[in-house]
């Protein structure tokens, strides 16, 4: 069975810090790898979805990479903002059972003032 | 564009009550799932459909019914309401297999 990990659970930082978050999966057979963003008693958005064969994908000041032959990816998130204050979710499907999504529980970020 | 809509927001029923959570859809994704999110537990997929007429099992289907007799609509039947499933319910689509999958903002059912 996919086992997903982020690491750490929680983070909080000062405005301005380039932050890294982490997620490892434990089966490489994976079609893709999706970053969201979970505010509060809200929906999940997606952020950025790396396909297998790809190495990193970028939005704005966002930037995730995948190794999948080890097991991890990373988001990276420059130059906090307390609007980045959230929670970021990692989550990968097999392909075998279409869409189907297994995910990580989450690093609650705060980014103070 | 309304993307993926789910209602009601929030419900709150007694044991042994049934209801529907529904799910629609206006991006014509053939892909919908339902998952429920509980503290520590992360998301857990309920029951999956890849096309109108084609519904399938997920990790924790005890207790729910599905249906797909459209492309739009994916409805949730809880069939006799047990406080276990107090939780917070989304639904998601996924237009192909190196789409994003798409949430809407979730249904917070409270069994009582």
């Known amino acids: 069975k996919q086992e997903v990990t982020q690491i750490p659970a929680a983070l909080s930082v000062p405005e301005g810090e380039n932050l890294v978050l982490n997620c490892s999966f434990t089966d490489s057979a994976i079609y893709n790898l999706q970053w969201f963003r979970q505010d509060p008693g809200k929906g999940l958005t997606s952020l950025l979805l790396i396909q297998s064969s790809q190495r990193e994908q970028t939005s704005g000041r966002l930037n995730a990479s995948l190794d999948k032959s080890s097991g991890r990816s990373t988001l990276y998130i420059a130059a906090s903002q307390p609007g980045d204050s959230a929670t970021y979710l990692c989550?990968?499907?097999?392909?075998?059972?279409?869409?189907?999504?297994?995910f990580g529980r989450g690093t609650q970020l705060t980014v103070w003032p | 564009n309304a993307g993926v809509t789910q209602t009601p927001k929030f419900q709150v029923l007694k044991t042994g009550q049934s209801m529907t959570l529904q799910c629609a859809q206006d991006?014509?994704?053939?892909?919908m799932s339902w998952y429920r999110q509980d503290p520590g537990m992360g998301l857990r997929l309920i029951h999956y459909?890849?096309?109108?007429?084609?519904?399938d099992q997920g990790e924790v289907p005890n207790g729910y019914n599905v249906s797909r007799s459209t492309t739009e609509d994916f409805p949730l039947r809880l069939l006799s309401a047990a406080p276990s499933q107090t939780s917070v319910y989304f639904c998601?689509?996924?237009?192909?297999?190196?789409?994003?999958?798409?949430f809407g903002d979730g249904t917070r059912l409270s069994i009582l």
């Open positions: 459909s890849v096309g109108a007429g084609i519904t």
């Open positions: 991006m014509n994704h053939e892909y």
């Open positions: 989550a990968v499907d097999r392909g075998s059972t279409l869409g189907r999504l297994y």
């Open positions: 998601a689509t996924k237009g192909g297999v190196h789409q994003p999958q798409h």
